[in-house]
């Protein structure tokens, strides 16, 4: 009884927000279910930072591309079958790999709207924090050691945009206008470690 009152509550929760956002036509085409879901979405800091239903990412992730010079090599191996714990010799394949060592690769990422203090900046800055002191693992055969890859804080850096959140003036709307249209000085470069503390505060 005390899941069916929860539930019920959160369902009023989510209408009363869905009024402020959606139409009523709108609100009538969503099943109970859906608009609950939409509901948790703009509320949950994983959707809005990443994207869930209704919400869009908040961080646009570009190719990650090797720099300075790199060898792509091939190794071939039989699979080992599940059941008996040994080679099947009829399974074969092929991985291609770059081989461990100091290869670099680079990456940008684009942040929007994510607000210093709130929890989607929050778990932006714990991500980041993993990524540099754990890594992650990308691709297959992970447990073999393959496509490990770690953030190498003295070579990151951070480019913000002097934005002010609320600007009341003509002139602060102007110069939020400017630093959209990324001019010099509207552009502030600093260390990943102090663009983390940022988002945390």
């Given at each position: 009884?005390?899941?069916?009152?929860?539930?019920?509550?959160?369902?009023?929760?989510?209408?009363?927000?869905?009024?402020?956002?959606?139409?009523?036509?709108?609100?009538?085409?969503?099943t109970?279910?859906?608009?609950?879901?939409?509901?948790?979405?703009y509320?949950?800091?994983?959707?809005?930072?990443?994207?869930?239903?209704?919400?869009?990412?908040?961080?646009?992730?570009?190719?990650?591309?090797?720099?300075?010079?790199?060898?792509?090599?091939?190794?071939?191996?039989?699979?080992?079958?599940?059941?008996?714990?040994?080679?099947?010799?009829?399974?074969?394949?092929?991985?291609e790999?770059?081989p461990?060592?100091?290869?670099?690769?680079?990456?940008?990422?684009?942040?929007?709207?994510?607000?210093?203090?709130?929890?989607?900046?929050?778990?932006?800055?714990?991500i980041?924090?993993?990524?540099?002191?754990?890594?992650?693992?990308?691709?297959?055969?992970?447990?073999?050691?393959?496509?490990?890859?770690k953030?190498?804080?003295?070579?990151?850096?951070?480019?913000?945009?002097?934005?002010?959140?609320?600007?009341?003036?003509l002139?602060?709307?102007?110069?939020?206008?400017?630093?959209?249209l990324?001019?010099?000085?509207?552009?502030?470069?600093?260390?990943?470690?102090?663009?983390?503390?940022?988002?945390?505060?």
């Amino acid at each position: 009884l005390h899941k069916v009152e929860q539930a019920s509550t959160i369902h009023k929760q989510a209408k009363e927000w869905l009024k402020q956002v959606y139409t009523h036509r709108q609100i009538e085409e969503l099943t109970p279910a859906d608009q609950v879901n939409l509901y948790l979405s703009y509320h949950c800091p994983v959707c809005r930072l990443f994207g869930g239903r209704g919400i869009a990412s908040k961080l646009l992730i570009h190719d990650t591309i090797p720099t300075g010079e790199w060898t792509l090599k091939t190794y071939t191996s039989t699979a080992i079958s599940r059941k008996t714990r040994t080679a099947d010799h009829r399974k074969l394949y092929t991985i291609e790999y770059i081989p461990p060592g100091r290869v670099e690769y680079q990456t940008k990422i684009i942040a929007d709207n994510v607000l210093p203090g709130q929890p989607d900046a929050k778990l932006l800055a714990n991500i980041l924090n993993y990524l540099i002191e754990k890594g992650l693992q990308v691709g297959g055969l992970k447990t073999r050691g393959y496509g490990h890859l770690k953030v190498v804080h003295e070579k990151s850096n951070v480019r913000t945009l002097k934005i002010n959140p609320n600007p009341q003036s003509l002139e602060e709307q102007v110069q939020n206008i400017k630093a959209l249209l990324q001019k010099p000085e509207n552009i502030l470069e600093t260390t990943i470690q102090n663009y983390i503390e940022t988002l945390l505060k």
